[in-house]
């Protein structure tokens, strides 16, 4: 062996150390402590992810289905694959589960494994056009510091599998003209049924490849068959797996969103959404458009005007007929990332006219944007193969250098407050702070029941409560997923709440409430508690606890509502010119009651009472710039009732505080 040439396996295993110390720099070690589970209970996606491995832990095999989870939406079953849990790890774990602590998270492990599994394909696809190791190494830490990649690790972990693109692109580029039907079938096959286990966009993603592979497949060895059959098996395989994840189980539905609502912005390889030092964030047309987030990095970005310049042919006759799978790939995966509304920056361009069946893909792949990964990933290998391919390996040397140095500099911010950030120890603290929980815990409920969808928004609580339920082995009857059975779940709540009405309370299960629900009524005969924000109902009475005052409420500034042109602080709702302060919607029965509302500037501001109508009536109003009161009669029991504050003036902020509600007849 000649020196610096390397051959496949070794190129391999420097692309896994270099992913391995690529991780560990930028992440550090502590991810990777299966007992260290506070980083997960942050918020957000990984959050979500978490209580789905927690709830599949504890739930029964359901045999042949073992992809499907108890208690999370109950009386239902949910998939595995809807709460983005990285299936294959759930599953493999779940069977070790026994001999595992009773905290464990594998998802610090599976970071670092994407970053090892991303080096080593990059090296290998590398590796193809060069045996150079100072070549190998720097084209792979340059595909590593992959902008579109870290955006995602550990904050929707699944979708940072952006090495299940790159392993489609390998196969793609090395074994287009394979004639071996069963090995093209069971690569593929692998690879889609691997999508599956890992998160499902990747299934179109890497299907779009596949794709491609058999076209330049057929070209080459002018057979049509063996390609139907490759794509027949992968599809097949796909479906059987998710067959037996469970995601047929249940009919998953999802709000619909506007098409486009989630696409890719024309500017997005040269948009740094923040993370650059050297380029500019640009506009886009709509904030949901980071899901099309393609920043190349200023380093790849140079690199790819140095490589249409060494392009030397670039104005010769290009060989379509070679290139015509890497045409359908680029423009399907330019299409369904940008469309069907075609944006720059802020504007809107045009509008494609689209039929059903896209409104139907769009429906399920709703994140379109993302779809640019794979055009993504092909643009970078391209820059780099013709780099290398149009120049000496000297000048390849000192360009790769050059760009490398650029690359890291316009990211190393980023990459450093990523670093400061893991470096923290976490500490999970529930919001869940009163007693009551601990006292209901010996007590086996079965199930905690949200009586309103709007407390699954909540994610804030939402997270705590489901933590609480899991750890004491209670089934949630709703939960915030990817894709869940509304319908079904709606038809449980309303079958409970209507029980309730009738005056039918289970001993079984722990009743949560929003403060503004209707089902907070003293003709419902259970026990009520205001507990941490919410009003909790139970069959069983605690005597420690005080019952709910319905005759004495107080809604703090977070429990109110206010309009767009509001602000607010922790303690506060701030009016500006025009703002209106609304809300809390609440159950009152027929009586004379006191209101007082706290905050600033009070005197300044107008009031009033809806439903505005015969039933209610608001007089004796006494202002001070801290504080109003007036007395409000209702002449019969009344739903939904907000007391609104309006500022009018220009100059003058008004704040609100809370509101006080007090009966006094």
């Known amino acids: 062996m ?21 991780f560990i720099i930028i992440f550090g070690f502590k991810t990777l402590n299966p007992r260290y589970d506070s980083w997960l209970f942050e918020g957000g996606d990984l959050t979500q992810h978490y209580m789905g491995w927690k709830y599949f832990r504890i739930s029964n095999w359901n045999f042949p289905l073992i992809g499907l989870l108890d208690g999370i939406v109950y009386p239902y079953k949910l998939s595995i694959v809807y709460m983005d849990s990285i299936p294959l790890f759930a599953v493999i774990f779940k069977i070790l589960s026994p001999i595992l602590p009773k905290t464990f998270q594998y998802f610090g492990l599976y970071g670092l494994l994407s970053y090892i599994i991303m080096g080593g394909v990059s090296a290998l696809i590398v590796n193809k056009y060069t045996a150079k190791l100072e070549i190998i190494m720097m084209s792979t830490l340059i ?57 499902m966009y990747f299934v179109p993603m890497v299907f779009i490849i596949l794709v491609g592979f058999c076209i330049d497949n057929y070209i080459i060895n002018k057979k049509i068959l063996p390609n139907l059959i490759i794509i027949f098996s992968s599809v097949l395989s796909a479906l059987l797996l998710m067959s ?30 923040g993370i650059s030092s050297i ?65 720059l920056n802020n504007h809107t361009l045009i509008e494609l006219p689209h039929p059903r069946l896209i409104e139907i893909f769009f429906g399920t792949f709703r994140a379109n944007g993302r779809f640019i990964w794979i055009f993504y990933y092909i643009l970078i290998v391209f820059i780099i193969k013709t780099t290398i391919s149009r120049n000496s390996d000297k000048r390849v040397t000192f360009i790769l250098l050059i760009c490398m140095i650029l690359q890291y500099s316009d990211i190393f911010h980023h990459y450093r407050s990523i670093h400061r950030n893991f470096k923290l120890k976490f500490f999970y603290s529930s919001k869940l702070k009163s007693k009551f929980w601990n006292s209901i815990e010996k007590d086996n409920y079965k199930i905690i029941f949200f009586s309103d969808s709007s407390i699954i928004n909540n ?56 403060r503004n629900s209707k089902y907070i009524n003293k ?11 919410f009003v909790i109902g139970t069959y069983k009475k605690y005597d420690e606890f005080e019952t ?21 602080t922790e303690n506060d709702i701030i009016l500006k010119k025009d703002s209106i302060q609304y809300g809390p919607y609440v159950n009152l029965e027929k009586g004379t009651y006191e209101i007082t509302i706290m905050g600033e500037n009070l005197d300044e501001a107008n009031f009033d009472v809806l439903p505005n109508s015969t039933k209610v009536i608001y007089q004796n109003f006494k202002s001070k710039t801290n504080v109003v009161k007036y007395t409000l009669i209702l002449n019969s029991d009344t739903n939904s009732l907000e007391f609104r504050t309006m500022n009018t003036h220009n100059l003058i902020q008004v704040m609100v505080n809370s509101i006080k509600i007090k009966k006094i007849k």
Do not use: C
């Open 143 to 199: 595909i590593l510091s992959s902008p579109a990649m870290i955006f995602r690790v550990y904050g929707h972990l699944a979708l940072s599998s952006h090495w299940i693109i790159l392993i489609a692109i390998y196969y793609w580029l090395s074994y287009r003209s394979e004639k071996k039907v069963l090995k093209n079938s069971v690569f593929w096959s692998l690879l889609m049924m691997l999508s599956v286990s890992v998160h």
């Open 2 to 22: 000649k020196k610096n040439k390397i051959k496949k396996k070794e190129a391999i295993l420097i692309g896994l150390v270099l992913g391995f110390l690529f």
């Open 548 to 568: 709910y005052n319905f005759d004495n409420l107080e809604f703090n500034a977070s429990e109110l509502y206010g309009t767009e042109n509001t602000d607010r």
């Open 279 to 343: 380029i500019q964030t640009l506009p886009l047309r709509l904030p949901t458009q980071y899901e099309g987030f393609a920043y190349l990095g200023a380093g790849i970005i140079l690199l790819l005007f140095i490589a249409i310049v060494s392009y030397e042919n670039i104005n010769k006759k290009i060989d379509l007929k070679n290139n015509i799978g890497a045409i359908f790939i680029s423009i399907s995966s330019i299409i369904l990332a940008l469309g069907p509304i075609i944006t």
């Open 459 to 514: 994610l804030s609580y939402l997270w705590d409560f489901s933590n609480f339920a899991v750890m004491n082995k209670i089934s949630l009857n709703d939960i915030y997923a990817a894709r869940k059975g509304d319908i079904l779940i709606e038809k449980y709540r309303k079958e409970v709440l209507l029980n309730l009405e009738k005056g039918i309370v289970s001993k079984d299960i722990i009743y949560i409430f929003p």
């Open 523 to 533: 003709k419902i005969s259970i026990n009520y508690y205001l507990v941490d924000d």
């Open 244 to 273: 037996i994840l469970g995601i047929f189980e249940i009919q998953s539905t999802t709000t619909p969103d506007k098409l486009g609502t989630y696409s890719m912005n024309i500017n997005s390889f040269f948009n740094p959404l």
